[in-house]
């Protein structure tokens, strides 16, 4: 199974441009525009699942000027046209899924079986009264 994905690029880019990542997060301080160190580098090691984009803004603007160069999100991010499904992941998001099915048929089930005065005071105990 395939999916199409992004490519977060910072890593490569700073690579490319011979920034580091600790003159990048002094910039960012000196300009008020703070990302934690230990954030920066994460993001120029890892590939994220999310990207914020207050982050990636503050990023763009801290190496325009340790470069002299502008940039666009794009150089940051790369479109992977087919990016293949981890079978473990793609069997987790199918157990994730067939688990809140049976947690929600579970649920009702139990609310069947428990006398409804019973069931009342349960909601009430959880602040759920309806």
Known sequence: MNRRGLKWKLGELLEREGVTVY??????????????????????????????????????????????????????????PDLPVDEEESAQDDLLQSDVVDLAEAMQELERDIPSEQHRRWLESFGLTR
């Open 23 to 80: 003159a990048l997060n002094r910039d960012l301080l000196e300009h008020k525009q703070g990302v934690s160190r230990t954030t920066l580098y994460r993001l120029a090691s890892e590939q994220p699942e999310k990207i914020d984009l207050k982050v990636t803004a503050r990023i763009l603007a801290g190496l325009e000027r340790l470069t002299g160069k502008q940039y666009e999100v794009w150089d940051l991010l790369e479109r992977i």
